[in-house]
């Protein structure tokens, strides 16, 4: 069975991310966990906790977790639906454990474009959380809802010579929706020298994805963020899916403001899979 790893603070964001991945699991056949990580007691200069009823603030994210999870079954009873509250400072440790612990199928994060107090997992924990790098990771926009992932924009470097496209974990991800798949390649400059290394790419993904429906473009653009945006708003896509690589521009996308852009600035949903 599929499992879905879903950080919730209770925002609306949050709960609005929950709610998404609660369609997807019953499309799929998954099961949820919903995860919250809060602040440990604060202690005083002698190391003395200065609330000494752990175990009611646990209680208290429990009880908020089970209405989140009460929300979601009601969608549908069938689902499958575990809650955990933890204490800790990290919140990516507290992921990566559960991510290991599961051998969950993919993480499904709200983020907002706020920049107030209401952010959910903005900036480094987003970051870090993509970067994990051992599991697909699917951002939810604020407001976004699931409708289906019937058109996929599938984003590709075919002119990084060192990279080796993650067939295996493409189709693998593609299989739970199967989409349409449009394929783009996006780059600031076309080289003549590089044409046999793009249509080799370009053959074993089509090999790869022939029992699915697929097209290739190919973009002229400086600027990512707008070039994708135009064009999965223009193939009308329920999903936008990256793939960050150590050295490629995509993956510096995870490590600028670039990031922040991306994800922050879209109504789509955007899946990064990493190698």
Sequence with gaps: MNTFIVPVDFTEI??????????????????????NVYEPIPA?????????DPEARHEVRIIALEKLKGRLLAMDPQLDITCVAEPGISLLDHIETQIEQTNATMVIMGVSEDSG??????????INIVNIGNVPVLIVPPGATY?????????VDFEDEEHVLPLDRIRSMLELF???????????????????????????????????????SFVKQRHFVEAINEFANNKKAD??????????FIASLFRTHATEKLIHHTSVPVLALHD
Aim: proline residues 3%; charged residues 20%.
């Design 239 to 248: 999903l936008i899916l990256v793939l960050p690589h150590k050295h490629s």
């Design 178 to 216: 199967k989409p349409t798949v449009n394929v783009v390649s996006i780059a600031d400059e076309a080289s003549d020298a590089k044409a046999a290394d793009i249509e080799e790419k370009k053959m074993l993904l089509q090999n790869a994805l022939s029992d699915f429906t697929i097209d290739f």
């Design 147 to 155: 409708s289906g992932i019937n058109e996929v924009v599938l984003a």
């Design 14 to 35: 949050g709960d609005n991310a929950a709610v998404y991945a609660g369609k997807v699991a019953q499309k799929v056949n998954g099961r949820i966990i919903l995860v």
């Design 44 to 52: 005083g200069i002698d190391g003395t906790p200065l609330v000494n």
């Design 117 to 126: 107090a209401e952010q959910f997992l903005l900036g480094t924990n987003a």
